[in-house]
């Protein structure tokens, strides 16, 4: 089922599946999804930067006059909004006797330590050092050097995303014992699809790979190309193309590109908190959706977004269950050494 460019905005985008195929009655994909073209496509992603940012949550997260208290990559971060709305954020323990500041209240925009009161207004205090941060809008990064290790960049890598005025963004965070790696791979694995989401996908054909230089490739040399169904009701779909690509080390974007929605993107972000009482790693999934359309019923939808977020966040977490069993499957594979990849 081949999408159209874009659909015509007022023409509806559902399509009725003819002849429903069963789901154990679908091509198997396992030939196609080769662990190497996986395992390549990860190792170029862990290559690119990161400039040491890290997506903290999502912006409406944080607000104003409550602060936000995350591990991330075994440091305790706090973040909070000051007196004009800005994201600030450092380290989570008080610097005079180690209070956790997640629990302390913000006074117009300052943080107040409940303990002894050492106030932090987001500057350099008392030997409290501020890490940078970033709201690019829809989430809020920190920023870790010692934790990345890699050259810092100014400003977090944020992929292009449909204009603000036209978007309806939904964040959505699940956290599951495993490493960065292997939600990134999992994102990197098209293949999967309709077999392990059938209520959310199917008639998947993966059209373009990395190194694929057939007619149907993906757009650029790195990214998948997928054709897809998202299921709304029984035989009811809406057909889009899907190109996934890794712009950072622990970033997945999927892009529409063709059929309803073109230009919305859906950002996975793989966030490395610390390790559990047994060892294990922690890794949150925050997952961005940002949709976009042309039609006049999504300007409706737009104004009624408070009421459909819950929703998309709930489809998005069904999803990432699933997602994070994989995720969590490949990393207990590769810590006792029997991952076949
Ligand atoms: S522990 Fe924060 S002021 Fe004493
Ligand atoms: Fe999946």
Redesign the pocket.
Known sequence: MNPGRSSAPGRCPLRLRRRPVPWDRQRPTWRDAKPRIIAEALKRAQTRPSGNWYVLGATREIKPGRPLGRTVAGTEVVAWRDATGRLRAGPGA?P????PLKDSPVRCGTLI?H????ALDGDATAGWEPFPAFDDGVLAWVRLDEAGGEQPLERPVVPERPHHDRHLAAVCTVTGRCEPEDVIANRLDPWHGAWLHPYSFVDLTVAGRPGDDSSDAAPDDDSFAVDVSFKVASRAVVPVRAVFTAPGPRTVLMRITHGEGAGSVVETHATPLGTDGSGRPRTAVIEAVVASSERRGFAVARAAAPVLRPFMQAAAGRLWRDDIAYAERRWALRSTGRFPG
Request: hydrophobic share 40%; glycine share 20%; with cysteine.
């Open positions: 008080c005079h006797l180690g209070a330590c303990w002894h009161g050492l």
